[in-house]
C-alpha cells in the first residue's frame, strides 16, 4: 500500500512525530549523518586510492570534489530506506533546518535516488502537532547554498585536519590531532595559562569599616571602604597591571598604601567625627535578558545547574525531540507571535497584570551573521506548560525549568529601584583628609526578576542583590564602629570554565554555536586540556603543540583568520561567494594569503626538542621542562656523566594533576630533590638476595625489588605502597620486607578457605574468596590474628561489602534528587553518591577542595547516562548480534559524489527539488 515517507535524523524523533501524522505516513530515521568523507584508508574508494590526494577524500585538483562514503554500519539502513522508498508516493525530507540538517537531507536525496515521486523538505522548529502538520502542507525546496555551505566547512577541516595533524605527529608526538576551532580553542586556554604564568601579584592596602548614622536612622549600621586621601584616590585592583605595577594610566592618580600607612592612618583616626560630604541617588532599571539561544543556555546550565555543555546539548536533545520545547541549535533570540502571546498569558496568571509590560518585548540577535533560522530556544506550542505540568524529571525536569522561566521573564516588565553612594569623611590627627566611600541599591519593583536572575561568572553579585544604607543627607554627623586596615592581593586571570569559553568564543566570533560543546569535548578527549574542578587547565603537550602552530602556521591558528572563515562560509551559504574558489584560495594560497599545501611543504626543518622544552625560572637557573612520549618531566644538569663523559643530566617527572602555573621554580627543586622514578636503594633481602629499593611512582611512593637481567620476562618483582606514615626519607629495609611480605594469610576458615590480610590503593583489607573486609588501620595488617579475622566475616556485610565506612565528605543535598551527597571510598576509587547514581571522580578532583556545584556536575553526567541495568546489556548484545549478519553481508561500495554536482550552477529561478535531484544525479 502506497505511503507518504517522512525522513528524520533520530528514532526518537521518528516515533514523536509518526504519532502526529497517522495513517498514511511511514516516519524513518536516518540515525544521523548516512554517509561521510572516508574515515580510514580501508574506507577510501579503490578508484581514487592511488591519487595524491586519495587519503583526503577530496578531489583537491578538479574543483574539490568529495567523494563520499556511506559507513558500513549504515549500509544496511540505506538499504531499509531504499525499500520504504520503493512503496511510497511521496518523500519528505524532514531533517533539522541548519546548515548541517540541509547537508543530511541532500546526501539522503543524492543516495536514495527517488524516482517519478515528489520530494519535498519539511521544515519546522519545534516538534508539535500544529508544527508538524504545518510543515507537511508547507513544505519547501533544498536550499543548495546551505548545503554548499556546509561541504566547503567539511572540506575546509578534512583538509586542515589531514595536512596539520601529521606534523604534529613527526613534531610533537603520534596521535595528536588538529582542528581548525579546536586548535584555536586551545590556544585560548593556553595563551590564559600563559598569563597565568607571567603574572605578578601586587599588594596594597585600604580601610575598612562599620559607620553609625545614628539611632533616630533606620539600618544605622553600614559599610564603607576608604576612597580617597587629600583627594586622591586609593588604589584598588583593577589599577595593577599583570607584572604587578601600578598601569601607566593610573601612575600619579591613585595613592597606593602599604601596610604601615595604612595602620597608621586608621589610628590617626581613632578619634575623628565624619561629616557626609555627598549623596547620589540614581534610579535603577534593569531589563529582561533575551530567552536562550544555544551558548547562553550553556552557559546558563553550567552556572546555575552544574551541567557541562555536553550534558546541555544531551538532555536538550531529548527534550526538542519528545516535543517540550524548540530546537536547541539556534543563534536567534526572537520569539513568535504565538510565543510571545503564550508568554505574556502566563506572566498575567502566575504573577499578576501589574508584572506585564504594555507591549510585547521583541529581541533581535546580537549575533553577527546568525544563521539558524529559528526562534529562541523555549518551551514547544502555542501555550507553555509550566514544569509541574510536564511530569519531566531530573535533568530534563531542571532544564526545561530553566528555559521556562527565561522565556517567561522575557515578557516582563522592568526591574526598578534605586541606587546611592554615600561619600563621607573626616580629618585625621595627621591631617590628612580621608574620604570614604559606600554604595547601596534597593530594588522597589522586582519586575521579571520575580521570576529569574541570571547566574554570574567570577563571583559577581547578581541582579537582585540589595544592600540597603541609611537616610543621609549632606553634612549629617557619623561615627565609626569599627575601622581596620585591609591588605589586599592582586589576582591572576581566572582560568577558563566551559561556560566562560564559550562565551569567549562566541565574542570573538570563532566557530558555530552548535559545534561548541563537540568542541569542548574534543579538547578535552584529547588531552590537550584538563579539568581542575569547573576550570580548563591545559596540558603540557598543549602548550608544544600550540608553539608549533603559532610559529610555522600563524594565519592558520589566528583568532581573526578563523573568524573570518565563519564569515566565509556564511557568505558561500547566501550566495556572494563561490565554494571552489574559497577554497582554492585557501588550499592553494593567492596573490594575498599563502595556502595551506604550499605552506605545509615548504615547512623545512623543525627542532622538535625546541618545541617541546619550556625554561622553568630564569635561564642561569638552568631548568626545563621537556614535553616527552610519556609525559610532561623537568631536566637540570647533574654532576655524574654520561657515557660520552659529558654531564648527565638530572631528571624528574611532573604529576600530572600539576597545573602549569603551579609549576614554579620553589616546586621544580623540590621534584628534582625528589624525582618519582629515582631508586632509593635500601639493602638487599636476607632471604633472595634481591635487592629492596624505594621510589617514588606516578601513584605515590612504593618499594619493589630489583629482578636480575636474565629473569625470565614472565617474573614479575614483588611490590608494596608505603602506609600513610611512612616516607621515602625515612622508611628503612625492615619496613620494605614487612610491605613486601604482604598479602599475609592470617589463616583458614572452618571450611578451610584462606583469608588473607592485604594492602590496596584505597587502605587495607581482609579477603576470604570474593568476600572482602575493609580494616580500620594500615598495622592491622600485621597485627591481626585468625579469631579477629573470623569475628569481622561474623558481622553482615551491608550492601555487599564490608561495613560501610563513614562518608569521607558530606557535601548537602543534590539538586536534582533532593539526596544527600557524600564521597566514598570505593574498590575503584572515591566516588560521590546521593544514593541512587554513583559517579567516580576524576584524577583532578580531590576530596579536599571537592565542591558541592562539582558534585552535582559529576552526579550530572552520570544520570545523564541513565541506570545502569543488566537487562539493557543483554538486549545490547542480543541487537548487536542480530546485527552482525547484515554488516558482513554488505558488500563495501563507494558513494562517490559526481562531478555534475560541481559542475551544477546555482541559480535564481527556483527548480523543484525533484529537478535539482536529477542534475545531482
Known sequence: MAHKLVIVESPAKARTIAGYLGKGYVVESSIGHIRDLPQSAADIPAKIKDK??????????????????????????????????KDADELYLATDEDREGEAIAWHLLDELKPKNIPVHRMVFHEITKPAIQAAVENPRELAMDLVEAQETRRILDRLYGYEVSPVLWRKVMSGLSAGRVQSVATRLVVDRERERMAFKMASYWDLEGSFDAGSGKDHRIFPAKLHSVDDVRVARGSDFGQDGQLKAGSQGKVVHLDRSRAEALVEALDAASYDVRSVEAKPYKRSPYAPFRTTTLQQEASR????????????????????????????????????????????????????????????????????????????????????????????????????????VASQMRDAEGRSVTIRFGAQAATGEDAVFSSSGRVITFHGFLKAYVEGTDDNAASDDAETRLPNLAEGDRLSAASLQASGHETKPPARYTEATLIKELEEREIGRPSTYASIIGTI????????????????????????????????????????????????????????????????????????????VNGLGDIDAKELATFPIGAPEDGIN???????????????????????????????????PDELTLEKARELLANPAGE????????????????????????????????APKSAKPRTGSLFKSMSLDSITLEDALKLLSLPRVVGKDADGEEITAQNGRYGPYLKRGTDSRSLTTEDQLFTITLD????????PKQRGRAAAAPPLKEL???????????????????????????????????????????????????????PAKKAAKKGAKKAAAKKAPAKAAATKTAAKKTAAKKTATKTAAKKTTAKKAAKKA
Open 52 to 85: 595524491s590526494w586519495g587519503r583526503f577524500g577530496v578531489d583537491v585538483e578538479n574543483g574539490f570534489t568529495p567523494y563520499y562514503v556511506v559507513p558500513r554500519d549504515k549500509k544496511s539502513h540505506i538499504t531499509k530506506l531504499k525499500g520504504l522508498l
Open 304 to 407: 546555575k545547574l552544574g551541567m557541562s555543555s555536553s550534558v546541555t546539548m544531551s538532555v536538550a536533545q531529548r527534550l526538542y525531540e519528545n516535543g517540550y520545547i524548540t530546537y536547541m541549535r539556534t543563534d536567534s533570540t526572537t520569539l513568535s507571535e504565538s510565543a510571545i502571546g503564550a508568554a505574556r498569558e502566563q506572566v498575567r496568571e502566575l504573577y499578576g497584570a501589574e508584572y506585564l509590560p504594555e507591549k510585547p518585548r521583541v529581541y533581535a540577535s546580537k549575533v553577527k551573521n546568525a544563521q539558524e533560522a529559528h526562534e529562541a530556544i523555549r518551551p514547544a506550542g502555542d501555550t507553555f506548560r509550566t514544569p509541574a505540568q510536564t511530569g519531566l524529571t531530573g535533568d530534563q525536569f531542571r532544564l526545561y525549568e530553566l528555559i521556562w522561566m527565561r522565556t
Open 524 to 599: 578535552l578527549n584529547r588531552g590537550y586540556v584538563y579539568k581542575k574542578g569547573t576550570a580548563l587547565v591545559p596540558a603540557w603537550i598543549a602548550f608544544s603543540v600550540v608553539r608549533l602552530l603559532v610559529e610555522h602556521f600563524p594565519r592558520l591558528i589566528s583568532y581573526e583568520f578563523t573568524a573570518g572563515m565563519e564569515d566565509v562560509l556564511d557568505d558561500i551559504a547566501a550566495g556572494r561567494r563561490d565554494r571552489v574558489t574559497e577554497l582554492a584560495e585557501f588550499y592553494y594560497g593567492s596573490d594575498r594569503v599563502q595556502g595551506l599545501q604550499p605552506l
Open 625 to 659: 621542562l621537556r614535553v616527552g612520549r610519556y609525559g610532561p618531566y623537568i631536566e637540570v644538569a647533574g654532576d655524574g656523566e654520561d657515557g660520552d663523559g659529558s654531564e648527565a643530566p638530572k631528571r624528574a617527572n611532573v604529576p600530572d594533576d600539576l597545573p
Open 679 to 710: 631508586e632509593i636503594v635500601l639493602g638487599a633481602d636476607p632471604e633472595s638476595g634481591l635487592q629492596i629499593v624505594a621510589k617514588n611512582g606516578r601513584f605515590g611512593p612504593y618499594v619493589t625489588e630489583v629482578l636480575p637481567e636474565d
Open 788 to 795: 579477629e579475622a573470623l569475628a569481622i566475616y561474623a558481622q
Open 812 to 866: 548537602g543535598p543534590d539538586p536534582v534528587s533532593g539526596q544527600p551527597m557524600v564521597v566514598k571510598a570505593g574498590r575503584f576509587g572515591e566516588y560521590v553518591t546521593d544514593g541512587e547514581y554513583n559517579a567516580t571522580l576524576r584524577k583532578d578532583d580531590s576530596i579536599e577542595e571537592l565542591t558541592a556545584e562539582r558534585a552535582a556536575e559529576l552526579l550530572a553526567e552520570r544520570r545523564a547516562k541513565g
